[in-house]
């Protein structure tokens, strides 16, 4: 058996054309008066001989590798932010990329090896992912290596450097939360999840950003929080703690009682919706709630839960966008995706922490059945 990797001159003596012709058909070459029937005939010869093209000695010719590098922390082990890996194959498989996937702890000696590795295979580009927003250092780039961070933003070490980041349009989501409540007529509200902890830009870039944005729409409508239940694990013990604690406040103010809760997130919402259940409360007649996420167990709760989706697919979309196709994304204020390029005066400042460029992807609310309106 013969286990030579067959040639580009042995393909074009099986075509009967030249090996310019054969590399020109096979690189897709745009420009070329080669013939439909001679482009299938080698292409035929091709498969027939099992040859494709060195992608080592295509890159040293072209200087490109078709190769995207995607380094996260938790993405691709955990189901809450995966769709940022298919969001960017999605992109790579139609312009011919391949993604090339390191999942690692992001300390300084475990990504500087990550990176390291990726730049020796000559990818084109890098894309940091994170599956909790926040604000990381990375290690020094190639000047040529494109580089992007989704859902977090980054600084390269060393250097004052920002990475451009792709990040859920958190200014709106929170205000979205909110102004589902108020057009419903909620006027005392409380909110669940909000902790100092999460002021630190490494601890978070997003969740400030969106609880300042549910102040925003409320001050707006003339009106405060009713309460607060803070908590820095947003799991569902903290929203089972700040059922008791809503409870008990209404039991105080029968004639001015909460009637609605935004949660932090959905798993906070859960913890809500169990502890209302076990207490005999409905949802929504009796008290409404909105949270963030759009996890699946939002649809799986009884009734739905309505939230604000964290665009993991389309954020994937866009920083794969970025580092292949920025001109596709640049320069225009919409895409089909629902993001929105802002320069660092406008999106960049809302978020703690240095910032550089900012696209913001559109975070939508997913509507289902556990707000209602206020009755009377």
Known sequence: MNSRR???????????????????????????????????????AADKLGYRPDPTARSLRTGRSLT????????????????????SIDVAERSGNLVLINECPFDAERLERAVGGLVSRRVDG?????????????????????????????TVAGTDWQLPAVLPDEPVAGRRAAECLLARGHRRIALVGRNDEMLDPSVSVCVPVRMAAVDSAMAEAGLDLTMEVQ???????????????????????????????????????????????????RI????????F??????????????TVAIPYLEMGRAATE????????????????GVQMAEARAAAAAFPGPVGEAYLVDMPLVERESVTSVRG
């Open 6 to 44: 067959p040639t580009l001159a042995q393909v074009a003596k099986e075509a009967g054309v030249s090996p310019a012709t054969v590399s020109l058909v096979l690189n897709k070459r745009p420009g070329t008066r080669i013939s439909e029937a001679t482009a299938r005939r080698v292409r035929a």
């Open 68 to 87: 995207v590098g995607f380094v996260s922390d938790e993405v691709a082990t955990t189901r809450f932010a995966s769709a940022l890996i298919r969001g």
């Open 126 to 154: 890098i894309i940091f992912a994170l599956m909790r927003s926040r604000h990381v250092t990375v290690p020094r780039l190639p000047d040529s290596l494109k580089a992007v961070i989704v859902n977090g933003t980054a």
């Open 231 to 281: 908590g820095s694990v947003w799991e569902p013990p903290l929203g089972a703690r700040a059922f008791e604690r809503v409870q008990a406040y209404n039991v105080e103010h029968p004639q001015a009682p909460v009637t609605a809760v935004i949660a932090g997130n959905d798993r906070i919402a859960f913890g809500f919706f169990q502890a209302a259940a076990h207490a005999g409360v």
């Open 284 to 291: 929504p007649e009796e008290i409404s709630v909105i949270s």
């Open 293 to 306: 996420d759009d996890e699946v167990l939002a649809s799986y709760l009884d009734p739905g839960l309505s």
């Open 322 to 337: 970025l580092v292949l196709e920025p001109r596709k994304l640049r320069g225009r204020k919409h895409t089909r995706t």
